[in-house]
Nanobody, 115 residues
């Protein structure tokens, strides 16, 4: 059973920075899509950023210029660098990897941004 473990969340003041990480229990030779999603209180899960294989990373409009997605160690680890955080960024952040038609999700890590 493949597991994704997230870390790096926490409480930060508006304008601050955090780096989230997502470590996979297995390394895949080919991952179709890697990405980060978030779900705020009372809201549905929404896209933050995604990196389709062979394509440029796509960022949600509200995080462009502030968030950066990256990978390390043969895609076994994924990061989300977040800068200039805003209160509206408060949410549970989830990492996602799609291998073939199977998707894997992390357990989520809480990010709280105070004003």
């Amino acid at each position: 059973q493949v597991q994704l473990v997230e870390s790096g969340g926490g409480l930060v003041q508006a304008g601050g920075s955090l780096r989230l990480s997502c470590a996979a229990s297995a390394t895949f030779l080919s991952i179709n899509v890697m990405g980060w999603y978030r779900q705020g209180p009372g809201k549905e899960r929404e896209l933050v950023a995604r990196m389709p294989s062979g394509w440029r990373t796509i960022y949600a409009e509200y995080v462009k210029g502030r968030f950066t997605i990256s990978t390390y160690d043969a895609k076994s680890t994924m990061y989300l660098q977040m800068k200039n955080l805003k209160p509206e960024d408060t949410a549970v952040y989830y990492c996602n990897m799609v291998v073939g038609i199977r998707g894997y999700w992390g357990q989520g890590t809480q990010v709280t941004v105070s004003s």
